[in-house]
């Protein structure tokens, strides 16, 4: 049934919700997996924390990255809706990979090998899935429907739906303290992708269309590139010929930059492979398509503000995505995760099902906010894009300097109650409601159609190199000082050594010594003051001896690791807040 332009006018299109529910399954997949990823990392194969994080950030990173790809040829080829059935399918290869990893788990060679196989699969898969679906969103739309916000909220709730019950369900088979156990959590969130690319393959022919009926996200043959074929029969061969020449110019200077900063990153700053790729393109892409010679001077400058835009997004994202890594490791070590009730009832929560905090929190909120965001704009006081996004690193910042003072003068083996994990989590999660389903509306309202779905891809190219920076912060996270003590309990006396990287807490001869890993004691119940707090001493001392730092900022507690984003984001908020006003004479009427 074809839906009139009058019933689109009356509520959002029946496609929104499609497209709700299919997003859904695809983040249940991916955030089923994410929750588990540096604990299977660190739990199973026993990799050390900093190579765990820059595993985890170059996947995160390449996730992001492979939108251009299938942007790419979803413009010119495939169109949406083929791409996204490619993608869901290579996903659900990946995650089976996975399952295979955590079933060979104890065959550390192999094991990683297909893991490694398996997020290859996914992180092409994600290219083909992402950039395609959320430009479907705004095609459902007029091109001044006020309602696209408000879609992309709405399509911002499947994503935290799917994202809210994807570590509960993996994290309840997955992690159960048992590594064998991390395969079921995978294959689960497998299922889910399967079931995601079923109900999209059979419900798109009815749904997906444009207000006036047309199918939207076909093989390109639609009306817009028609009119740009016509556009271009109108121009002389001579002015055809030399735009073609200029294009490939463009694309010859472009390759050039591309190559050239590879080898600056990867060979001169000593930057991996990976990292040195997403870098190097995150300046090339931008910088090919902003000179495309096919461009408005308008159409221009509204790609400048989605690029200045994108670019202070790193900034959110990076420290936004420490929930996969060190605030991860953070739930695991430093917060008190017991519920008891009257000794009656006792329940250790898994720190996989944190990452279902943030979900719940922009299920609850994302509806007010959507009624606050009409509201002001009946009454004419909604903030442009680029105010709300400033508003959005501000909370970011608010979010750690909470948790910065929950954890300042924390004495070692004193984990923090879990409320300041959920406080961090909240104002993150009113920051995120600011900013991401904003970005993504912004894109579409920005964005020349015949580079829709190659925009949006750069848009997402920015999360990318935020997740590969966000990976290399994580790596600042410093460890607990109850990690780095043992005792000697033979005879009651205490010493301190410094455990192996793969250590696996259990109790090991090391020299014909005792050791056992500090955390298994209790530092408070240490009856000896003189000991414990020589032991204190010593343990403060050490860490202080070797601090971590980043370009010149020394990182020796957690405080220090969590004020670093405090610092970023803040500095970030204000720099956007001020550019805003020219951003909005930029956009040329949009808001």
């Known amino acids: 049934m074809t839906e009139g332009v009058d019933t689109v006018k009356k509520g959002h299109p029946k496609g929104i919700y499609l497209l709700f529910v299919t997003e859904m399954w695809e983040r249940f997949s991916y955030y089923g997996m994410r929750a588990l990823f540096v604990l299977y990392m660190t739990k199973a194969l026993f990799f050390d924390k900093a190579y765990s994080s820059q595993i985890y950030g170059s996947y995160t990173g390449l996730v992001y990255l492979t939108p251009l790809i299938g942007g790419y040829v979803a413009d010119r080829y495939w169109g949406n ?20 990893s955590g079933t060979f788990f104890e065959d550390v060679q192999l094991a990683t090998t297909l893991m490694f196989t398996g997020l290859g699969f ?85 749904y997906l269309q444009t207000p006036s009926g ?100 790193i900034f959110f994202w990076s420290a936004f995505e420490q929930a996969g890594a060190s605030l991860t490791y953070f739930a695991e070590e430093q917060t008190n995760r017991d519920i008891n009730f009257f000794n009656f009832f006792h329940w250790t929560i898994p720190t996989s099902y944190f990452q279902s905090v943030n979900a719940v929190f922009i299920i609850l909120f994302a509806p007010l906010f959507v009624a606050m965001w009409t509201r002001l704009s009946k009454k004419g006081k909604e903030p442009a894009s680029p105010y709300k996004q400033s508003i959005g690193l501000f909370l970011l910042a608010m979010g750690y300097l ?3 003072f929950g954890v300042k003068g924390l004495e070692p083996g004193v984990k923090v109650s879990m409320l300041w994990l959920l406080s961090l989590y909240m104002i993150h999660t009113f920051g995120e409601l600011c900013l991401s389903p904003i970005g993504l509306s912004m894109v579409n309202k920005l964005a020349p159609v015949r580079f829709a779905s190659l925009l949006m891809a750069i848009w997402y190219l920015s999360t990318a190199a935020a997740n590969i920076f966000a990976g ?31 250590f696996n807490e259990s109790v090991t001869e090391k020299e014909g010594t005792k050791v056992i890993p500090f955390d298994r004691i209790i530092f408070s119940k240490i009856e000896d003051k003189s000991v414990k707090t020589q032991l204190q001493n010593s343990l403060e001392k050490q860490q202080l001896e070797n601090p971590k730092s980043f370009m010149g900022y020394t990182i ?36």
């Open 81 to 100: 809706r083929r791409s996204i059935m490619a993608g869901a399918l290579l996903m659900a290869i990946g995650q089976f990979f996975m399952f295979l």
């Open 122 to 206: 996914l992180i092409f898969g994600n290219g083909f899935f992402k950039p395609n679906i959320s430009t479907m969103v705004g095609q459902l739309y007029l091109p001044d429907d006020k309602r696209k916000d408000s879609a992309y909220t709405i399509f911002y709730m499947g994503v935290n739906t799917g994202s809210f019950i994807a570590p509960l369900i993996c994290g309840f088979v997955g992690d159960t303290g048992h590594p064998a156990d991390f395969r079921w959590g995978f294959l689960a969130a497998c299922i889910g992708m399967i079931l995601g690319l079923i109900v999209f393959s059979v419900f798109k022919d009815k």
């Open 214 to 313: 047309e199918a939207i996200g076909v093989i390109p043959s639609s009306k817009d590139e028609k009119r740009n074929r016509v556009e271009a029969e109108q121009l002389d061969d001579s002015n055809n010929e030399q735009q073609t020449q200029s294009k490939t110019k463009i694309g010859f200077i472009w390759g050039v930059v591309l190559a050239s900063l590879f080898a600056l990153l990867h060979f001169v700053a000593d930057m991996d492979i990976i990292s040195s790729i997403v870098f190097s393109l995150a300046v090339a892409a931008p910088g090919y398509v902003i000179s495309d010679p096919s461009l408005t001077k308008i159409e221009r400058s509204r790609i400048w503000v989605i690029y200045i835009i994108a670019f202070f997004v």
């Open 402 to 404: 909470v948790i910065a």
């Open 472 to 502: 290399t912060l994580s790596s600042y996270y410093p460890q607990p000082i109850v990690e780095l003590a043992s005792v000697l309990s033979a005879e009651k006396e205490y010493s301190l050594t410094l455990l192996p990287e793969d």
């Open 556 to 591: 020796s507690s957690l405080y220090d690791f969590f004020m670093l984003f405090v610092f970023m984001a803040g500095i970030a908020s204000i720099i956007l807040f001020f550019l805003s006003k020219r951003l909005l004479k930029m956009m040329h009427g949009v808001r």
